[in-house]
């Protein structure tokens, strides 16, 4: 059954060495951007007249006009509907979007069409024009949120309500093809742009993305005004974001990565390669102890299917040899075959490569393989070769007893998570994801919802290398040609990744009504794609269309009712927890206003983990979100702006919530756990989730009477008031009825001390966490949550022009003491080294502070610097060789170091300050370096560890 022979392998973004056959080299930097239209075109509106009607379900969108709200959805090429009322009536202004029910009502206009729209013709002059003056644009460097640097405006809701206005932008790189590519194929490949990139070179049309969160290649070789040598090529990019698909803020931009890739005419074309693993019944399968051992199969093959294609004039013959290569680099299989393409065509090959002794992909120990796949012309010369990383695994989604993994049982305990992050927004970087997947391994965390998009590439290597499963989701689900095929390259794009164990179709409403009857196609082009792999949605119903087509029955915030109903009638078909546990928290809130969140919410997580963990015949549960993020806010918006569900909160601060799912989903699993991510040693864990400092809203003088909590995996907790005990109180597991943590009642506030003792079933004291009451502010101290080994996420910044550093910054008291109730204004700023502060947030989902600017004020006395190095000396030297040759803006924004001043004195730190009013200024230094090992993808690979993140 192919469905239960599995698989993986992650794509091709290995840096790929520089030969005449193949070259991909960096173009993040250098764009000059222009926030707001130019002379963009005139859309293609073709808009039938609905006067006198209102539309159901459409989205507000920031329009002052009649005309201005049918401009913005006619940019949109998947609006159907615009409609508008006087914008200072009740519920008036500007909605778009696809219709689900007509009303009379005479105090509207508007109109609709059918979807898509096709793109707007090509611009005669203006900005896509190779010759147009952009000499006082500003220089960015790609990933890119041109969204999150804007001001926070009240009056004006839109992106998922972050109230960050939303806008359109142009960007425009000017650049240089080596003389020696002509003749060859040359492309760019975007990992995602948002919402709609509208492509030009040198003016003319090249293409029109339509899907934000897909990555695509745009082919230059064979346009008619493409230069090589010393003549500029301008390449530009026209981004649509003015409307969006989600509730969330989206942000707008060329957000991820871009490379320029220059192949023969005979080559592997994009995602041309799909690795998978067969592993048959007979195979035996070696569990070794401890568990981060790994695991073992006497047999298995590896299947090496890819295309190549042939864009010359004439027929080309072919030599394949596709190896598999361990992580010592020695190759453990090979085998060849030969081929020839037409021209114009492109052929397919299928080559199966036995392994003995394999070891398997896991959580504990996610062993990869390299498989090589090289053609030569048959007489020894290299025409093109790509290298994807790939592990061996099988998965099993049984409805009776769950998910199995190399034939071994295990439980997700996952996350859903937005891709935006504090101060950078949707364009976050790549340590910064190592950093979020290091914080989830550090709860116990083993599955990754990618909620509700593909995501980075990148992001799916880090998972690869740490062991965390993956659900990939596509966004858009409809019986619609366009959504299907955005479908279909998600699946060809990820299904290399070993941690990728299950397609999402869908989202909760996204599921339902008409559109579930794109439920066939999706699963047709899926299994197309990629056979290995089960299908899920992410739904409220089941015995459906679409429930009855896919192969997981997926469940949104359903109770245990719900579970147990279902298997009832569907007792063989698997079912996942796709998104449970809606439980918001603020950092640091114990003592809540009005529209404020508590810091406390066990009682929450408790009840609604339980409704799937505690059975066995769920595979698991994705809860609803590991980090905050920006956009659906709590109590309705305004004054908040971002999300209250995370653990973690916007910056990356740990709430509560962290200490109790890391009781339960880390300490108290068994190391021996093939579900688990790295032991703990029969440790335990104490966490007070209260501090101990003033309630500023009793009265001076009045009684103050608190309840405390605390958590724990031990079965007991006693609870100390400045040595005081206060009693002790049980605990039992989250997956039985109980309380599974502690609580004390009536607790009169001292001034002073409060601890825990967490105590074992003899009493014996084997944890503590203690609070003492702040003073006044006297001092920042700074530290590191990136870099930092303690985190997993390394020693130094790789100075490849793009990686950064989180940098906490703590307002503790005169004894060192975290200040609580502190807002004091911290100013990071760089003082030396190569680097620059990108960004800066607080967690505070109430914080309207410039996202991007170097000040926050402290948050219950944190805040949080993002610092990104300036300078690219780290890259391989012909990769900068070429950087320079071809970026005609090099230098302006980030710094490519010539190889020729390559030396080997250690690069300098980065010296960051961090200065408050009424205190000494305070710095850090970030260590820096050039050795690859410092990259994100080498440090994952060598982070499959202990770690800690507070």
């Known amino acids: 059954n192919q469905r239960r022979m599995l698989l993986s392998v992650c794509l091709l973004l290995v840096a790929v060495a520089a030969t005449a056959a193949r070259e991909e080299v960096n173009f993040d930097f250098a764009w000059r951007f222009y926030k707001g239209d130019l002379n963009p075109g005139h859309c293609q509106g073709d808009f039938v007249s609905r006067p006198n009607l209102r539309c159901d379900g459409l989205q507000f969108q920031s329009a002052t006009s009649s005309d201005d709200c049918e401009s913005s959805c006619c940019n949109d090429p998947f609006c159907a509907v615009w409609q508008w009322k006087d914008a200072h009536a009740e519920g008036g202004g500007c909605w778009t979007g696809t219709c689900s029910v007509w009303h009379d009502d005479s105090t509207w206009n508007g109109g609709n069409r059918t979807v898509p729209a096709p793109p707007p013709p090509p611009v005669t002059g203006g900005p896509a024009a190779r010759d147009y003056n952009d000499s006082t644009w500003s220089v960015v460097d790609a990933p890119h949120d041109f969204i999150i640097d804007g001001v926070y405006n009240q009056s004006d809701p839109a992106s998922g309500r972050s109230y960050l206005p939303r806008s359109n932008g142009w960007y425009r790189k000017h650049f240089k093809l080596p003389a020696e590519w002509k003749g060859q194929a040359i492309s760019l490949y975007f990992q995602g742009v948002w919402r709609y990139a509208t492509v030009y070179l040198n003016g003319e049309f090249l293409t029109m993305h339509q899907c934000g969160y897909t990555s695509f290649a745009v082919r230059l070789d064979n346009v008619s005004s493409v230069s090589y040598g010393d003549e500029e090529n301008v390449l530009a990019v026209y981004v649509y974001a003015m409307s969006g698909s989600g509730w969330w803020m989206e942000g707008g931009g060329i957000y991820r990565h871009v490379h320029l890739i220059a192949a023969d005419t005979l080559h592997i074309p994009t995602w041309g390669v799909y690795a998978f693993s067969v592993m048959d019944s007979t195979a035996a399968i070696k569990q070794r102890q401890p568990v981060a051992l790994g695991v073992q199969a006497d047999v298995a093959t590896v299947v090496g299917h890819f295309k190549v294609t042939n864009v010359g004039s004439a027929t080309r013959d072919f030599c394949a040899e596709v190896s598999l290569v361990d992580r010592n680099g020695q190759t453990v299989s090979q085998m060849s075959t030969k081929g020839s393409v037409q021209a114009g065509q492109t052929g397919e090959v299928a080559i199966g490569l036995p392994v003995e002794n394999a070891e398997l992909w896991s959580i504990p120990r996610p062993y990869l393989y390299t498989m090589q796949t090289q053609l030569t012309d048959c007489n020894g010369h290299e025409v093109d070769t790509v290298n994807t990383t790939t592990g061996i695994r099988s998965i099993h989604f049984d409805g009776y007893t769950g998910l199995y993994l190399n034939g071994q049982n295990v439980k997700v305990r996952g996350f859903c998570d937005h891709n935006n992050f504090g101060g950078v927004g949707m364009a976050v970087p790549d340590r910064i994801n190592l950093f979020r997947a290091q914080a989830m391994r550090s709860v116990g965390g083993n599955g990754w919802r990618m909620s509700h998009n593909p995501p980075i590439p990148t992001l799916l290597d880090i998972l690869d290398r740490v062991g965390i499963t993956v659900m990939d989701e596509n966004r858009l689900f409809a019986n619609v040609s ?39 196609a999706f699963q047709a082009i899926t299994k197309h794609y990629d056979p290995s792999r089960p299908t899920l949605a992410n739904m409220f119903t089941y015995g459906d269309l679409l429930g009855n087509t896919i192969d997981v029955q997926g469940f949104s915030h359903r109770d245990r009712q719900a579970v147990d109903a279902f298997h009832a009638a569907f007792p063989s078909k698997p079912q996942f927890m796709s998104e449970c546990c809606s439980c918001t928290t603020q950092r640091g809130e114990d003592f809540p206003k009005n529209n404020t969140d508590t810091n406390y919410n066990a009682d929450c997580v408790t009840s609604q983990t339980n409704a799937s963990n505690g059975v066995p015949y769920d595979s698991g549960s994705m809860v609803w979100t590991l980090f905050d993020y920006y956009g659906e806010p709590s109590f309705g918006g305004w004054p908040h702006v971002s999300s209250n569900f995370g653990s973690f909160d916007l910056a990356g601060f740990a709430k509560a919530a962290v200490y109790w799912y890391r009781s339960w989903w880390l300490y108290d699993i068994p190391d021996s756990s093939a579900d688990k991510p790295f032991p703990t040693n029969n440790n335990y864990i104490a966490h007070l989730v209260e501090a101990w400092s003033t309630n500023p809203n009793i009265p001076q003088g009045s009684a103050d009477v608190r309840t405390v909590h605390a958590y724990s995996n031990a079965p007991m ?234």
């Not at 060809?492 to 339902?512: K, L, M, T, Y």
């Open 482 to 520: 366009a959504y299907i095929q955005n479908m279909g390259d998600m699946v060809q794009r990820d299904r290399n990744h070993p941690s990728v164990i299950i397609w999402s179709f869908c989202n909760e409403a996204g599921c339902e009504g008409d559109q579930e009857n794109g439920g066939p």
């Open 717 to 950: 907790m006693e609870l100390f008031v400045n040595g005081v005990s206060k009693g002790i109180q049980n605990l039992t597991s989250p997956d039985h009825p109980g309380q599974a943590w502690a609580q004390w009642n009536n607790i009169l506030f001292a001034a002073g001390t409060l601890e825990v003792h967490a105590l074992d079933s003899a009493h014996n004291v084997v944890a503590k966490d203690t609070r003492s009451t702040p003073g006044a502010p006297k001092a920042i101290v700074l530290s590191l949550d990136a870099p930092s080994n303690i985190t997993g996420t390394g020693s130094a910044l790789l100075l490849d022009g793009e990686d950064v550093a989180l940098v906490r910054a703590t307002l503790v008291d005169g004894n060192g003491v975290q200040c609580t109730a502190t807002t004091q204004n911290i100013t990071f700023t760089v003082v030396s080294g190569p680097g620059r502060v990108i960004g800066s947030h607080n967690g505070d989902p109430t914080a309207h502070q410039l996202n991007t600017g170097p000040t926050h004020a402290a948050y219950h006395g944190l805040a949080r610097g993002v610092v990104q190095v300036t300078q690219d000396s780290a890259s391989a030297p012909h990769l900068r060789r070429r950087m320079l040759q071809i970026d005609v803006d090099t230098g302006r924004r980030t710094r490519v170091v010539h190889p020729s001043e390559d030396h080997a004195a250690p690069p300098a730190p980065i010296v960051v300050q961090a200065s408050c009013p009424g205190m000494s200024s305070v710095t850090i230094s970030i260590p820096t370096s050039n050795d690859p090992a410092a990259g994100v993808l080498a440090v994952a690979e060598q982070s499959v560890v202990p770690v800690v993140v507070n």
